[in-house]
């Protein structure tokens, strides 16, 4: 691999950030905020570090698939780290592990907050933390595609290394095309909402950062009890339509949009996972009615945001969770485990491969009844190689040992067993809060700092589905 080659992409992705360190700085001096100087001093940083490979590496048109895979995973690494200067510089709440997770948390939109009291931050510093669910949301590198030659051979290496092949099904475009589709539904759904929380109430500010969380499926809010603090349910079901929107393929909300014949009305997945969502909805509902928590519309009021939350790994919370009952917390569980659709800003196993792992198996299952016979694997009516197939039975395998491994470091680190279980699993489905001490209204401060690198590292093996980070530590550790 070429190193500068990937330093003069990774130099996009300084670029980008820069950009918005450079707005938050501006509200920070427009408001006279103390936040000015970290704000100001890492946008320059950025900027310097992102130009250098600019000026002094030659123009590059072509990169193979390993760069574009290191250019993927590098990019992700290097901008959590950028993000978590401002933090830091701060200070505060801020040590430099307390920066370096809010900041991995913000850019992989786990939504998972060290903070105590979100509220003591400035503004300058809440726009910025917005901001990386902005960015990470639909992903930094395709950003960079956007702004790729139109010629270059490196937005297929990049964008190939950056999405998985099951979310590539419904776009039948170009590269370039799939990532202006991909960035016009973002920015049309983000606008789309904000205008819909002003009017309902929130200040533009907040009505701003919430959109920035809800459709890139983060959770960071301005607030300290999230949307609960707005006690407006109203608000909560423009949130939770936009947290659903931001779940599902955005080529099939783009097809919806423009009529073509694959969207969400015409998608089977669509159909299952919706109905999933509401079936669960409707079981914690009953159950928490039976128990006598609340009456049946506050339980069904509360248990939509929250399977709808957590489901579609956003993490806003209206309600905090550690003492409803365990068979409630059991199944929300398993949704944050499963999570949102592929092609979306959702984490998670993603609902797509846990529907193509239930047909496999009802595929082998019927070869062991019918040796002779001849099965196809379908999604949405297209065959699905035994490959991908294949590619699915082991990045389950990958993703629940990765999940057990992290809850049994965080064990051996004297963390609760039902903190400890959920908390790997948020933020590996980069979901957010979890149950017992990082519960929905709670905050991950009690975790010890090793723990919190754990965690952090989870969280990028989330964002960037594991399988990447595995086989590019492969070809960098391989001795020819």
């Given amino acids: 691999m070429r190193t500068k080659a990937i330093a003069k992409y990774l130099g996009f992705v300084l670029l980008f950030n820069a950009l918005f360190l450079y707005i938050s700085a501006a509200i920070s001096l427009f408001l006279h905020e103390n936040s000015l100087s970290p704000l100001l001093y890492s946008?320059?940083?950025?900027?310097?570090?992102?130009?250098?490979?600019?000026?002094?590496?030659?123009?590059?048109?072509?990169?193979?698939f390993r760069e574009g895979m290191a250019i993927s995973v590098f990019g992700w690494i290097l901008t959590c780290l950028a993000g978590a200067v401002p933090y830091f510089m701060w200070g505060g709440e801020f040590t430099f592990v307390n920066a370096l997770f809010e900041s991995v948390s913000g850019y992989t939109t786990t939504g998972a907050t060290v903070l105590k009291n979100v509220e003591a931050?400035?503004?300058?510093?809440?726009?910025?933390?917005?901001?990386?669910h902005f960015i990470g949301g639909v992903g930094i590198i395709l950003f960079v595609l956007l702004i790729l030659p139109s010629a270059s051979g490196a937005r297929s290496s990049i964008y190939n290394s950056e999405l998985s092949g099951l979310s590539k099904l419904n776009f039948k475009i170009r590269t370039k095309q799939i990532a202006r589709v991909i960035v016009v539904v973002y920015l049309s759904l983000i606008l789309i909402e904000i205008v819909l929380l002003w009017i309902l109430g929130m200040s533009l500010f907040d009505a701003i950062c919430h959109a920035f969380a809800t459709v890139a499926t983060g959770g960071f809010s301005t607030k300290n009890l999230s949307v609960a603090y707005y006690n407006n349910v109203w608000i909560e079901v423009v949130i939770m339509v936009f947290m659903l929107l931001g779940s599902i393929h955005f080529g099939l909300l783009y097809g919806t949009v423009t009529g073509n014949k694959m969207n969400i009305f015409t998608s089977k997945s669509v159909r299952a996972y919706v109905g999933l969502m509401f079936l669960g909805i409707i079981i914690v509902a009953a159950k928490l009615t039976n128990d006598g928590f609340y009456s049946w519309w506050t339980s069904l009021r509360y248990a939509s945001f929250q399977v709808i939350s957590l489901g579609t790994t956003t993490g806003f919370a209206t309600v905090d969770t550690p003492n409803w009952p365990i068979f409630t917390i059991i199944i929300i569980m398993y949704f944050t485990i499963q999570c949102g659709m592929v092609g979306s800003t959702a984490g998670g196993l993603k609902f797509d491969r846990v529907l193509l792992f239930y047909k496999s198996l009802k595929r082998q299952i019927k070869l062991v009844l019918h040796p002779s016979g001849v099965y196809i694997t379908k999604l949405e009516n297209v065959p699905i190689t035994t490959e991908m197939e294949l590619q699915t039975a082991i990045f389950f395998i990958l993703y629940l040992f990765t999940l057990f491994i992290t809850a049994l470091l965080l064990s051996g680190m004297n963390v609760d067993g039902i903190t400890s279980i959920s908390a790997s699993i948020a933020t590996i489905g980069n979901a957010g809060p979890g149950f017992g001490d990082v519960s929905s209204l709670g905050n991950y401060s009690s975790i010890p700092d090793a723990g919190k690198y754990v965690l952090s590292a989870n969280m990028l093996l989330g964002r960037l589905e594991i399988i990447n980070v595995f086989a590019l530590f492969t070809v960098l550790t391989h001795k020819k």
């Fill in 43 to 64: 946008a320059v940083v950025c900027t310097i570090l992102g130009l250098f490979p600019q000026i002094f590496v030659e123009k590059i048109d072509e990169i193979n």
């Fill in 121 to 132: 931050l400035t503004k300058g510093l809440l726009f910025w933390r917005a901001s990386t």
